[in-house]
């Protein structure tokens, strides 16, 4: 059973528009999340995160908001560049447990800027 | 610095042999885990250290074996694997203090099993 869900396995944004990338999570005691970007054969490097007790979260280009009553995150990119393209997985844990039972991961979703 | 170090990048082996990845993180981290990556798949937890002692172990078989020798390392010990093993093998480390849970990743060792 995923608990972790992205739906969208590729999204293509045109270069200097908004890119919306959505993740969904069943487990309620889940309290933190992040996401994470993916280049090939490298390992995934992190962006953004943000706490249950928040519901946006601000770094620059990078946007992340949570909905918490319907278990929904979203990390928005504006602009999108070309260096954007790849593939962002939304990671969650529990703070209660001190992190120390790992990230669970969705199954990410391949971003494509198209010039 | 956020950087985590993974030896070696590629590794070819056969079922029979015994080799072992290897880890560094100078950053003081307090909180280390192995992941293991399919071809377009999440990583999938598979230990975690937490103060240099396991923590978790995910029903990971035993030809699977880990080990922590101080703070700054963490092995991964490789015995009689299946072909099925070859994979993206993914560590991190985190600061391990309550509210910093941030998992910091290296480049990953792409194993591939004969």
């Known amino acids: 059973d995923q608990q972790v869900k992205q739906n969208s396995p590729s999204l293509s944004v045109q270069e200097g528009r908004i890119s919306i990338l959505n993740c969904d999570y069943t487990?309620?005691?889940?309290?933190?999340f992040l996401w994470y970007k993916k280049y090939p054969a490298e390992g995934p490097t992190f962006l953004i995160s943000i706490s249950s007790i928040k519901d946006k979260n601000e770094d620059g280009r990078f946007t992340v908001f949570l909905n918490k009553s319907a278990k929904h995150l979203s990390l928005h990119i504006v602009p999108s560049q070309p260096g954007d393209s790849a593939v962002y997985f939304c990671a969650a844990t529990m703070r209660s447990g001190g992190g120390a039972d790992g990230l669970t991961f969705g199954k990410g979703t391949h971003l494509i800027i198209q010039p | 610095d956020t950087e985590v170090t993974q030896t070696p990048k590629h590794l070819v082996m056969g079922m029979t042999n015994k080799k072992s990845l290897k880890c560094e993180q100078h950053?003081?981290?307090?909180?280390m885990y192995w992941y293991k990556q399919k071809a377009k798949k999440p990583p999938e937890l598979m230990f975690v250290y937490s103060y240099e002692k396991l923590s978790i172990n995910e029903s990971v078989p035993s030809r699977f074996s880990p080990e922590c020798p101080n703070s700054s390392l963490l092995n991964l010990h490789l015995h009689a694997l299946q072909p099925e093993d070859s994979a993206l093998y993914l560590c991190a480390s985190r600061l391990g203090l309550a509210y910093q849970e941030t998992q910091y990743f290296g480049p990953g060792t792409r194993l591939l099993v004969l």
């Open positions: 487990n309620s005691m889940f309290d933190y």
């Open positions: 950053m003081g981290h307090r909180a």
